[in-house]
């Protein structure tokens, strides 16, 4: 693979983020994991089909296939995804805490713990290194906001099943993103570490947990519940897309101040 500038940091904050709690888990303590998603799964899969071929054909992913993605827009993109994990481990916690198991609320809580380690990590590496200072750091991007505002009011008023449904895709569509550029990835790609890591076997481990996690969710639910549970799929899928699109256009928020000097 192509060395990155900072990025085996970030390599290993990511490599934390989705799949630490697997390898780290005592063995009694670990779900069994469902490599067929079936269940929920396979419905949600099939219902978001458009959403993953809009997210797999989009300029981003696209240029990161081909190792032609602009530095600039992986480094918004990079800010944007720390900002971001802050976050989305609230949204981790809160589940813990509804949690009916101890397995569940381990995974859950680990997740969480973990996804604020990462935080620092990116941090003191791969930030760092592109003269990132802490105050840029933290302005997360109106569609950055949007995304993990729906994650925490998903929290704190949806039940337990319909929020772990809500974190799915960003877990899910990472792993379809990786494994489908993997394929056809240009020769000596600049991000070719970024593609590896998602496209792994071990990346993929912390997947199944989660699906596993959602199938019996869903297994052990209403059918109103279940509706809202692939609702809430569809909606953080839609955003992961929006994700990505906002860091190729390098989003920011408005000027407003530039706007009024101007009128």
Request: glycine letters at 6%.
């Amino acid at each position: 693979s192509v060395w990155v500038p900072g990025y085996c940091c970030y390599r290993r904050s990511i490599y934390l983020h989705f799949w630490y709690h697997v390898m780290s888990m005592p063995e009694e303590d670990m779900p069994d994991v469902n490599h067929s998603a079936g269940g929920f799964c396979a419905k949600a899969w099939e219902a978001s089909s458009h959403v993953r071929t809009a997210v797999n054909t989009m300029p981003f992913v696209q240029q990161l296939k081909e190792g032609t993605l602009s530095k600039d827009v992986f480094r918004h993109y990079m800010i944007q995804d720390s900002a971001y994990l802050l976050q989305f481990s609230r949204a981790l916690c809160i589940a813990a805490s509804k949690a009916t198991t101890a397995a569940d609320q381990i995974f859950l809580a680990r997740s969480g713990s973990r996804a604020v380690d990462v935080e620092g990590e990116l941090h003191k590496g791969f930030l760092v290194k592109f003269g990132v200072d802490a105050l840029e750091k933290g302005i997360p991007s109106p569609t950055n906001s949007n995304y993990v505002n729906f994650l925490l009011a998903t929290a704190h008023t949806q039940p337990f099943e319909v929020l772990c449904a809500a974190l799915l895709p960003c877990f899910w569509l990472y792993m379809d993103v990786g494994t489908n550029i993997k394929q056809e990835s240009a020769e000596n790609n600049y991000y070719q570490s970024w593609i590896d890591m998602y496209a792994g076997e071990d990346f993929g481990k912390g997947v199944c947990t989660m699906q596993e996690l959602c199938n019996r969710l869903s297994a052990n639910s209403s059918a109103q519940v279940q509706d809202a549970m692939l609702e809430a799929f569809l909606h953080a899928a839609r955003f992961e897309w929006m994700f990505f699109d906002a860091a190729f256009r390098l989003e920011q928020w408005p000027n407003l101040r530039a706007q009024g000097r101007k009128e």
